[in-house]
């Protein structure tokens, strides 16, 4: 009896992706996104100049004897910042969404005295990030709720406006007082 060879099943072929890509070697393909991985980490490890996101003019000045002054050097009017922004309450956030009381009463401090915590700086560090031109600014979003400079500065400031001190130079050397750093 004579045996038939035996009929192997034919491999199925692989599919190559439609389009103008399957002309392409994976090489090219891996490469490419390579490329675009690298280039989008790079983009966001480049440092950002001090005092170039949002705040803009905010951030320096030129100063009458020709010096050029930067937010937390101490001003001829008492102030270490330029008075910009909103003067008003209408972006803090809402005092309610916080459980810890002293981060709930920080809160509220700036709903009652917006206009006092927009003219003073607040030793935080927030502005060097470009983030913040104010205390009032750091109620905007929660940056106070974990930072006790951002909250015993605007505490001071409201003790002080109820104790009839309107002046906001003098509230400013009372925090700078407590929170600058001793030199």
């Excluded at 389009?19 to 891996?30: A, K």
């Amino acid at each position: 009896m004579k045996r038939l060879p035996r009929v192997r099943p034919e491999a199925p072929r692989k599919r190559r992706p439609a389009g103008p890509w399957r002309r392409l070697p994976p090489s090219f393909l891996l490469a490419l996104i390579g490329l675009v991985c690298f280039l989008l980490i790079a983009t966001w490890l480049i440092p950002v100049k001090r005092g170039s996101i949002g705040v803009g003019d905010t951030q320096r000045a030129q100063l009458a004897d020709g010096s050029t002054w930067t937010v937390g050097m101490l001003r001829p009017d008492g102030l270490r910042l330029i008075v910009s922004g909103r003067n008003d309450a209408a972006d803090v956030l809402a005092p309610e969404q916080f459980s810890r009381p002293a981060v709930r009463q920080g809160y509220q401090i700036a709903t009652r005295i917006p206009e006092v915590l927009n003219k003073l700086y607040c030793w935080c560090g927030c502005e060097n990030r470009g983030v913040h031109r104010s205390n009032l600014q750091c109620f905007e979003d929660k940056m106070a709720q974990d930072c006790p400079v951002c909250l015993g500065t605007a505490e001071m400031a409201y003790d002080l406006t109820n104790k009839g001190v309107t002046d906001a130079a003098t509230i400013q050397a009372a925090v700078d007082a407590r929170w600058a750093p001793k030199r």
